[in-house]
């Protein structure tokens, strides 16, 4: 699972969430490298101070080698093109907020027939960032001084520490929750066979299921 890191914070993400889905918490941890001890893939720090006054508009690019370390980092085949329009805006006096869109353009192996499958994405990006040891920071804990977090608030800030933020961190999270876990090409289809042992071993599945005696329970065991 990877872990994208911001200043002192790592995000991580898992592929099939999206957006709207992942778990709020998921990002909350402390390191400068991922899980499996992969850096980020490239980097772009952002002094905050840029911002403080009047909004940044930035882009940024992938290009090169850049590009292909961010394919092994978001396990795909490749990824050929990846660019961001970003508008940054003073947020709180203290802090920053990153909104704009990236596009990329990808390619993945069919989850049936292996053949690569030619993908263009987009997605939005809207984050803000207060410095680590600001107060204003509205953080609810437990009596066992746990993060309590509500999955359908809105996000919190994301904590930097010192100057800067990687805007490469938000721009590679954005577009990592866009990608397809399970790329398929619209005429795919398994060898019958392999259809066949599919069906029988859900088929298999539901009757050993507890749901399925369940079923059998409710409808008097009737055929």
Not at 17 to 40: F, G, I, Q, T
Not at 73 to 81: E, K, M, N
Request: with cysteine.
């Amino acid at each position: 699972m990877p872990i994208i890191s911001t200043g002192s914070m790592k995000l991580s993400w898992k592929r099939g969430w999206s957006a709207s889905s992942c778990p709020k918490a998921w990002r909350r941890d402390v390191s400068e490298k991922n899980a499996n001890e992969k850096p980020l893939p490239f980097s772009r720090p952002f002094a905050v101070a840029r911002a403080a006054a009047v909004p940044f508009e930035m882009r940024l690019e992938a290009k090169g080698d850049e590009l292909e370390r961010l394919a092994g980092f978001l396990d795909v085949d490749a990824v050929t093109a990846l660019a961001a329009d970003l508008r940054i805006t003073p947020f709180r006096r203290e802090g920053v907020r990153v909104r704009g869109d990236v596009k990329a353009h990808i390619v993945q192996s069919c989850v049936v027939t292996l053949e690569p499958i030619e993908t263009d994405l987009s997605a939005p990006v809207d984050a803000t960032y207060l410095p680590e040891q600001s107060r204003q920071f509205r953080r609810k804990v437990n009596e066992e001084g746990e993060l309590l977090v509500d999955p359908e608030g809105p996000d919190d800030p994301e904590p930097f520490s010192g100057s800067e933020i990687d805007i490469a961190a938000v721009v590679i999270e954005a577009i990592g929750l866009a990608i397809d876990p399970y790329p398929r090409k619209p005429d795919a289809e398994l060898p019958p066979d392999v259809s066949d042992e599919g069906d029988e071993g859900e088929a298999t599945a539901e009757k050993e299921s507890p749901f399925a005696a369940l079923k059998d329970w409710k409808g008097g065991g009737e055929e």
